[in-house]
């Protein structure tokens, strides 16, 4: 190739400087020297004139921009007329709404169209009443209805057809109907008919039978009869919402023949709209009229089809299914087999034809007659659970197996993709028969697209259902036995998701996968998919991802019931993740734990996970330690009184010290609210255990009416303040000295939790890493995390002495469980006294004395 000439290369740089940075100050003296670039596109004398005053109203800088200013300014107020209407609806409708007329009669495309956008914006908005949008706005939609840009007049269009279904009958028949007797003449042009066709198609649902039949049905057939054939085309695909406003006799009577005469219409649109249309009202004509008028016409248009233009192929193709459910029941044996072979036919068109040719050479024809045939098979791809009905689903594996074979292995994603998106409906067709495609779902399992894959796994937990069950319903422990080849494409298509970067069809396929202890063995978990669970969490980058891994792999452990490899799993658990190195493990570890709360029993978590959770406190990262914090109610949530005393005193011993030692402010400011949660929970109580308890210590049986009493008011816990004595049955839990010390108990416990624990200006929170004393002194208000641990509901030691002691005191036989220590075992009672009820007399006094 010889090098351009210096004049092409002087005229291509001149045509990129412009098309780049837009107007220069002189092209003629444009060399291949630089020469400086007009950056400012507008003029002061411009900016004076685009320059608006602050100072006027929003009413009134509308009026002025539409009268003086550039069109630019006019479409922008056009666009805010919805927001005008709503402010001040008088005065747009007085002032502005002329100003937008007259721009409306010399304006552009842009404008025209954001006017149409408005319009229709008012009319959703309800801003006025439908009577004043009609006086104000219908003329102006009606004026512009033909506008010689066809994007603008349906745009109009659009907003007319919303605004018919509003208004009332006289105004449609006086401002529209009748209007449409003169539009709709063939003396008008072709795009003022084409609008007529649609209004009258709008119009049927708005008035009754006997005004369609004498004002309406006269204009349908004549356009129906049209010399274009664009306007044949439109009115007959308004033959459907005609016939469902005349009902089923009038169809019959007009609108039926009407059909018929169109389908014979030279123009091949006009074909294809009436066939369409026959297909959608087939529900409306009864048998005689089924197989005597329409099927003909169908089987007519079945056998031409090949011969025409691929379109009508494309469109058939489509409405197939709907069509053999129509006609079901009317064919001959003889036709039912034709149809069966011209869907054959069809899902295999184009696959007949040489294969691995260079696509640069063939004729840009042949692509597009290609993409039509891709088109059709996968409208028949999308057809086939209906043509399965059509053939009885007992003849599927002579009828349509080897087509159903052919469309999911077509060379083309789109017909795989939508046979995957229907493999659900056709193995509930086939019912026990589903086992004569187990072959085809390993082949789409292991397809190359993972948009086929994607499409496929939407319904995969109830496809390998139907396949483990053998299509019944009742409960069965069939595994999957019959199908060696399932784990096999199950971790290849994984694999295959995981490298690529369609995360979020990774994250489905492992949601997906928890339902394999339904269909697979437990071994075959273990061994294939629960070691790549573990490595997903670890090493993959996408949170969904992991944290769909994690739960999926706390669902497969759930159904594991091999000791040794539970054990073996939950061992990986807390050593990879909960003790890993890594913080991003760790905080996937507290993920894990939400899901074992979520999923298994509250005594497993408190056995296996309780500890290792709460251990995180000590976490150097704040993130774990943040992210802990939010999981502590759910903790607190899993712990069954009095069995789980000992873990309630760990929880609480870690919040305390949180709240005491935590250094970072966002970690400690949620410290603070879940402290708060945690006080407001209601305990899990187990009456029995208490009752034997209480048995044991008391040394002698309980009625059956106080155990029953004692199990309702277990229940409710939380609704009494921590330190009212609860009287059992024998003490004097009636004198007056008693009602004192209750409201004295409830007003110290009031005073000292939000004086002390969360009122803003606490000092004894500030000053517990460094004076015990503080620490001491705050230690009752955290224990209010837990109000089922400080109630005597635990055991007895919340019994009241018969004689009239402090509110606060505890008879000599109790036992409080101690909150500073991390032990199950009970403390001395004297020092837990001590230690819940004096400090907080004291500071109690200290505030009185300070306020």
Not at 51 to 63: F, H, P
Not at 596 to 620: G, M, N, V, W
């Amino acid at each position: 190739m010889h090098p351009p000439s210096p004049a092409a290369a002087a005229a291509a740089m001149d045509f990129s400087q412009n098309s780049l940075f837009g107007y220069m100050e002189d092209l003629q003296e444009l060399t291949i020297i630089e020469r400086p670039v007009r950056r400012s596109l507008k003029t002061p004398e411009e900016i004076e004139r685009l320059t608006v005053d602050e100072d006027l109203s929003d009413i009134e800088r509308a009026v002025y921009l539409l009268s003086a200013g550039q069109d630019i300014q006019g479409t922008s107020v056009i666009a805010n007329l919805p927001f005008l209407m709503r402010q001040n609806p008088a005065e747009t409708l007085r002032r502005v709404l002329p100003k937008v007329r007259e721009a409306l009669h010399v304006a552009g495309v842009e404008m025209q169209l954001t006017a149409a956008v408005s319009f229709l914006t008012i009319l959703q908005d309800e801003s006025v009443s439908v009577h004043t949008y009609a006086h104000s706005f219908l003329q102006v939609i009606l004026l512009h209805l033909e506008h010689r840009d066809a994007g603008v007049s349906n745009a109009w269009l659009e907003t007319l057809l919303s605004v018919i279904e509003v208004l009332p009958k006289d105004t449609l028949r006086h401002e529209i109907l009748n209007p449409l007797v003169s539009k709709a003449q063939l003396s008008q042009t072709v795009q003022s008919r084409l609008v007529s066709c649609k209004i009258l198609g709008k119009l049927t649902n708005k008035f009754d039978a006997l005004a369609i039949k004498r004002e309406i049905l006269p204009l349908v057939k004549s356009l129906c009869q049209d010399v274009e054939y664009e306007v044949r085309s439109c009115m007959c695909r308004q033959l459907e919402n005609i016939a469902q406003g005349i009902g089923t006799e009038l169809t019959k009577s007009v609108v039926l023949p009407e059909l018929i005469e169109l389908s014979r219409d030279e123009g091949s649109s006009v074909r294809l709209a009436a066939f369409e249309t026959l297909v959608n009202l087939l529900n409306i004509f009864d048998t005689d009229d089924r197989s005597q008028t329409i099927l003909p016409v169908v089987k007519s248009f079945c056998e031409k089809s090949f011969k025409a233009d691929e379109s009508i192929l494309i469109s058939l193709s489509f409405h197939l299914g709907k069509l053999c459910h129509g006609l079901y029941g009317i064919f001959t044996p003889d036709q039912h087999l034709r149809f069966l072979e011209f869907y054959k036919k069809l899902c295999t068109l184009g696959l007949q034809q040489e294969n691995g040719h260079n696509e640069n050479q063939i004729p840009p024809q042949i692509l597009e007659q290609e993409k039509k045939y891709i088109s059709v098979r996968k409208n028949c791809a999308y057809n086939f659970p209906a043509m399965i009905v059509f053939v009885d689903p007992k003849n599927f594996h002579m009828e349509l197996y080897s087509t159903f074979f052919c469309l999911c292995h077509d060379p083309e994603v789109p017909v795989r993709y939508t046979i995957a998106i229907c493999f659900y409906e056709v193995s509930k067709l086939l019912n026990s028969g589903v086992y004569l495609i187990h072959k085809e779902l390993i082949t789409l399992l292991q397809d190359e697209s993972l948009e086929v894959l994607d499409a496929l796994i939407d319904h995969l937990p109830e496809i390998l259902e139907l396949m483990s069950t053998g299509g019944e319903s009742s409960v069965q422990e069939n595994k999957l036995s019959s199908l060696p080849d399932l784990v096999p494409a199950l971790t290849a298509a994984e694999q295959r998701a995981a490298a690529s970067l369609k995360w979020r069809t990774h994250e489905k396929l492992l949601q997906k996968y928890a339902c394999l202890p339904q269909v697979i063995s437990s071994d075959q978990i273990y061994y294939r998919f629960l070691q790549r669970m573990f490595t997903i969490m670890m090493t993959n980058n996408v949170l969904p991802v992991q944290k769909a891994a994690s739960r999926t792999l706390c669902i497969f452990l759930r159904y594991n019931r091999k000791q040794e490899q539970r054990h073996e799993v939950i061992q990986k658990l807390i050593e990879q993740l909960g003790q890993g190195k890594s913080y991003w493990n760790r905080l996937r570890f507290l993920d894990t734990c939400e899901f074992i709360i979520e999923i298994f029993s509250k005594s497993f978590f408190c056995k296996y996970f309780f500890l290792p959770a709460i251990e995180l406190t000590h976490d150097p990262v704040a993130n774990v330690r943040m992210k802990l914090c939010y999981l502590l109610p759910k903790v607190k949530s899993t712990l069954k009184i009095p069995a789980d005393k000992h873990l309630l005193q760990q929880l609480e011993m870690c919040v305390r010290k949180l709240l005491c030692q935590e250094k970072d402010k966002d970690v400690l400011a949620i410290v603070k609210r879940t402290v708060l949660e945690l006080d407001r929970m209601e305990m899990s109580m187990d009456a029995e255990q208490l009752e034997k308890e209480k048995q044991q210590n008391d040394g002698r049986p309980m009625s059956d009416k106080t155990f029953e009493k004692k199990r309702r008011d277990s229940k409710t816990p939380t609704s009494l303040p921590k330190n009212i004595p609860i009287s059992v049955p024998g003490s004097s839990s009636a004198t007056p000295s008693t009602s004192k010390e209750i409201k004295k108990s409830k007003l110290i416990r009031s005073q000292s939790f939000n004086n002390q624990a969360f009122h803003a200006k606490y000092g004894n929170l500030d000053k517990c890493t460094t004076s015990k004393s503080s620490t001491a002194a705050y230690t009752p208000s955290v224990s209010g995390l837990s109000k089922t641990s400080m109630i005597s509901l635990t055991d007895d030691s919340f019994r009241m002495r018969n004689t009239n002691s402090a509110p606060s005191s505890f008879s000599s036989n109790t036992s409080l469980p101690s909150t500073s220590r991390g032990t199950g075992n009970s403390v001395d009672p004297k020092s837990s006294g001590s230690k819940d009820t004096q400090p907080r007399k004291a500071t109690l006094k200290s505030r009185k004395s300070n306020p």
